[in-house]
């Protein structure tokens, strides 16, 4: 089975949030809560043929991004008082949690199938290889939500100017290619890492 992302486009809607609305944050209207796994994850193989045994990725890496409906819960008497524009903004809102665990995700992965192509002397040293591409995505994703979600940034998607900004760094991620380019195995280029977009937003999570 090749290696393949799973879950990286996913257009929320209100009925993905199923979830209790949770007592300790009065102030939210809504929460969202995805993530993402390896259901099948990094492992090296012995390269045939080569004595001593050298060592490559496994093309059977498979990542899944999720969203947990029952984790995710919304305020829906109490957005929907604040008439259909703010609910609107809120969804959108919630989509950018969504989409930049997506981001992360695809950027980890894309990664990871760059270990493919190297052939490594040991496994101690291709386990190394692969710690080194975890450690540059590790906690960032609740980092960079709490960051989305400072008041010094949307507040919770309550200043405009700043959810624009935030729209347009995730559009951004999704649509624009690397520089130089970088291509996948089927053709495609892959986009910039979101990380790098945050970075030039003096953004460092």
Do not use: C
């Not at 001593?52 to 929907?80: G, T």
């Amino acid at each position: 089975m090749p290696s393949k992302l799973t879950g990286l486009f996913k257009t929320l809607a209100w009925s993905d949030f199923q979830g209790s609305p949770d007592p300790k944050k009065p102030n939210l209207d809504a929460f969202t809560s995805p993530s993402f796994s390896f259901s099948q994850q990094p492992t090296f193989t012995h390269v045939a043929g080569t004595k001593p045994p050298l060592f490559e990725l496994s093309d059977n890496v498979v990542l899944d991004i999720q969203m947990d409906s029952q984790k995710s819960w919304q305020r829906s008497a109490q957005i929907k008082s604040k008439g259909a524009a703010y609910e609107a903004n809120l969804l959108k809102h919630e989509q950018g949690h969504y989409d930049m665990v997506a981001l992360i995700a695809r950027d980890l992965f894309i990664d990871v199938m760059q270990l493919k192509g190297q052939q490594f002397k040991t496994l101690s040293d291709a386990l190394s290889a692969l710690r080194a591409v975890f450690s540059r995505f590790d906690k960032k994703t609740q980092k960079i939500s709490d960051i989305y979600d400072s008041k010094a940034e949307t507040d919770h998607g309550a200043i405009a100017s700043s959810q624009k900004k935030w729209n347009d760094m995730i559009q951004r991620s999704f649509t624009e290619a690397r520089s130089p380019a970088v291509t996948a195995p089927d053709g495609k280029t892959y986009k910039i890492p979101f990380l790098d977009v945050l970075s030039q937003n003096a953004i460092n999570p």
